[in-house]
T-cell receptor, first 115, second 111 residues
């Protein structure tokens, strides 16, 4: 069974640009979550989608947005990039909406560098 | 407000010995706890989880202990192996709320 697939794996963008990251969940998984990891900051929750609806949202500015498609694939978008957005963006999927007992499974991440 | 804390940024253990990674939490509503392992340039890999109705869960060399009264979680790895060298994250959730992660502890297993 294929794992969570994220594309692109690595990318470099310039300040002010926008970026779109893509995530294909494990087959059959309907919930997709996004996390940002920066050095010393651990994993910061961005948002979670289930059945094309955003269920939870983290404490990030409106420049960060996401969506989920009917096939459960998800994209996240960051507009007007800032240097501080340089991070590893991780997508995770789980079979159901996030509730007690559901484990999430991560992809390998997309490394974004903003210059 | 950091609801899940891993107070040790790093830990060094000799191969074959026990590694004990600790995690504290503040939210008494958390009812599900997980440990993830992360190698550089890879996504976190799920290791083991525990529900708040239990106080211990084992899976091979990995055992997670939960002390609800102390709001403390620990991961024991016995015996420690060189391949266990990685960053370990604990995480917790309350019902349908988001999974909250600690800052991570870098474990180094020395030969």
């Amino acid at each position: 069974k294929a794992g969570v697939t994220q594309t692109p794996r690595y990318l470099i963008k310039t300040r002010g640009q926008q970026v779109t990251l893509s995530c294909s969940p494990i087959s059959g998984h309907r919930s997709v979550s996004w996390y940002q990891q920066t050095p010393g900051q651990g994993l910061q929750f961005l948002f979670e989608y289930f059945s094309e609806t955003q269920r939870n949202k983290g404490n990030f500015p409106g420049r960060f947005s996401g969506r989920q498609f009917s096939n459960s694939r998800s994209e996240m978008n960051v507009s007007t990039l800032e240097l501080g957005d340089s991070a590893l963006y991780l997508c995770a999927s789980s079979p159901f909406a996030r509730d007690s007992g559901n484990t999430i499974y991560f992809g390998e991440g997309s490394w974004l560098t903003v210059v | 407000d950091q609801q899940v804390k891993q107070n040790s940024p790093s830990l060094s253990v000799q191969e074959g010995r026990i590694s004990i990674l600790n995690c504290d939490y503040t939210n008494s509503m958390f009812d599900y706890f997980l440990w993830y392992k992360k190698y550089p340039a890879e996504g976190p890999t799920f290791l083991i989880s525990i529900s708040s109705i239990k106080d211990k869960n084992e899976d091979g060399r990995f055992t997670v202990f939960l002390n609800k009264s102390a709001k403390h979680l620990s991961l024991h790895i016995v015996p420690s192996q060189p391949g266990d060298s990685a960053v370990y994250f604990c995480a917790a959730s309350a019902g349908a709320q988001k999974l909250v992660f600690g800052q991570g502890t870098r474990l180094t297993i020395n030969p």
